[in-house]
């Protein structure tokens, strides 16, 4: 019997984790596919931006990372751009491959709102490397020209406005004010300044979270001097402001859009089952039932626990439904039966500017401040610890040269 081929379509957390589970067995040939040959460690972003960290702290190298299973493991930087599912071949922009099975955890995109003019041309996202990395540098350039024209003082305000009160939102507004604090307290140069604004629909920031990290958030963010401005809608952008609920306005320097997801473009073309958000709805298996020999996990599909119960977008979750669909994916390949998901969030941590944080886990172990920062830190640092020293594995199976160029990953 001819060996199985599966592929993995994006090298997030869920792709990344499908590929951990798979790839020991050595009983099927595997190829990861990604536009980037890299897995972006999104959950450290706000470090990034605000300086905390190195780019290369939230980078592994996939390239490296496959080559340390063997050789039935193979990276293929490319864009898929068609999917013919009843020839079970797929096409990018420079490859085209058959497969046995497939599984699709190309994420998710920034839900902007097509309905809010200027939006998505004036403001930045982080979702990805790419856009995390240009916030960070267009910023601190704007703030370079604005100390330099002013003489060191920028006695006009210099005003970052975030829009979305989610994770991503309250962790990056938090750490922007953390930095700001941190310039004022070290730069010589007066700027004192600077306004974070964090705007939010709902009554309170981390709508539907558990009551004690969205009373830890809130308290943190008013520490930090975040102005939380709720009930409130972007109704309009342009270049250097923006209308909210369609009367109010507020100019701003920067602007960091968060609010929401839809699933990547993949879904497009699909005609399946999805939901408002172009989500793929998948069986208790994690199979796109539409579909033979294909899978979902991570942002692209909707997730829901044993319960029925919807999962929001996590890393956690991601990493959860990757690990069940490679699970019976393989379970197939070695003509056993598979197991329903069990996809469910085991707690959730919140990183709120500097050594601070709150952790919420099992529903019932709570720290915040050092101690949930040290919590955080211990559990981002291990996931990151491991990739990192499977990749150096691979590493040694690279030609010198080309090893020595990615030590940095």
């Given at each position: 019997m001819s060996r199985k081929r599966v592929i993995i379509v994006g090298g997030g957390y869920a792709g990344v984790q499908a590929l951990r589970t798979l790839a020991p067995s050595g009983e099927c040939d595997i190829v990861l596919i990604d536009q980037h040959p890299y897995h972006y460690l999104q959950t450290e972003a706000y470090e990034l931006i605000a300086n905390e960290c190195s780019m290369t702290r939230v980078m592994i190298d996939l390239v490296a990372l496959c080559l340390s299973y063997g050789n039935h493991v193979t990276y293929i930087k490319d864009t898929i751009r068609e999917v013919d599912y009843e020839a079970k071949r797929i096409i990018g922009n420079i490859s085209g491959h058959s497969y046995d099975y497939m599984l699709l955890c190309t994420g998710s995109r920034t839900a902007y709102?097509?309905?809010?003019?200027?939006?998505?041309?004036?403001?930045?996202?982080?979702?990805?490397?790419?856009?995390?990395?240009?916030?960070?540098?267009?910023?601190?350039?704007?703030?370079?020209e604005r100390m330099e024209s002013e003489?060191?003082?920028?006695?006009?305000?210099?005003?970052?406005?975030?829009?979305?009160?989610?994770?991503?939102?309250?962790?990056?507004?938090?750490?922007?004010?953390?930095?700001?604090?941190?310039?004022?307290?070290?730069?010589?140069?007066?700027?004192?300044?600077?306004?974070?604004?964090?705007?939010?629909?709902?009554?309170?920031v981390l709508e539907g979270m558990e009551e004690y990290l969205i009373k830890q958030a809130t308290k943190r963010l008013i520490q930090l001097d975040v102005?939380?401005?709720?009930?409130?809608?972007?109704?309009?952008?342009?270049?250097?402001?923006l209308?909210?609920?369609?009367?109010?306005?507020?100019?701003?320097?920067?602007?960091?859009?968060?609010?929401?997801?839809?699933?990547?473009?993949?879904?497009?073309?699909?005609?399946?089952?999805?939901?408002?958000?172009?989500?793929?709805?998948?069986?208790?298996?994690?199979?796109?039932?539409?579909?033979?020999?294909?899978?979902?996990?991570g942002d692209i599909a909707e997730l829901h626990d044993p319960e029925g119960k919807l999962v929001p977008p996590t890393a956690q979750g991601a990493e959860a439904s990757g690990l069940s669909a490679a699970k019976n994916i393989l379970a197939l390949i070695q003509g056993?039966?598979?197991?329903?998901?069990?996809?469910?969030?085991?707690?959730?941590?919140?990183?709120?500017?500097?050594?601070?944080?709150?952790?919420?886990?099992?529903?019932?172990?709570?720290?915040?401040?050092?101690?949930?920062?040290a919590i955080k830190t211990i559990i981002m640092r291990g996931y990151h610890y491991l990739l990192h020293r499977q990749c150096a594995k691979g590493l040694e199976h690279m030609p010198k040269k080309q090893a020595k160029c990615r030590m940095g990953f």
């Open positions: 709102n097509g309905g809010t003019e200027g939006l998505r041309e004036h403001s930045h996202g982080v979702k990805t490397l790419q856009s995390a990395l240009s916030f960070k540098q267009q910023f601190e350039q704007r703030l370079y003489g060191g003082w920028c006695s006009e305000p210099f005003n970052i406005v975030i829009g979305g009160g989610g994770l991503s939102g309250v962790e990056i507004a938090a750490e922007m004010a953390h930095y700001i604090r941190i310039f004022h307290k070290d730069n010589t140069l007066t700027c004192d300044n600077i306004h974070i604004f964090l705007i939010i629909p709902h009554e309170t102005k939380i401005i709720n009930h409130s809608r972007i109704t309009s952008v342009q270049e250097h402001a209308m909210l609920n369609g009367t109010d306005a507020i100019c701003f320097d920067f602007m960091i859009f968060t609010g929401g997801i839809v699933a990547s473009t993949l879904t497009a073309g699909m005609k399946v089952a999805k939901n408002k958000k172009s989500q793929l709805i998948t069986d208790e298996y994690m199979r796109v039932v539409e579909c033979e020999g294909v899978f979902a996990a056993k039966p598979m197991i329903p998901s069990d996809v469910r969030l085991k707690g959730m941590m919140i990183a709120l500017g500097g050594g601070y944080a709150s952790v919420s886990l099992l529903g019932w172990m709570r720290f915040s401040g050092v101690a949930g920062y």
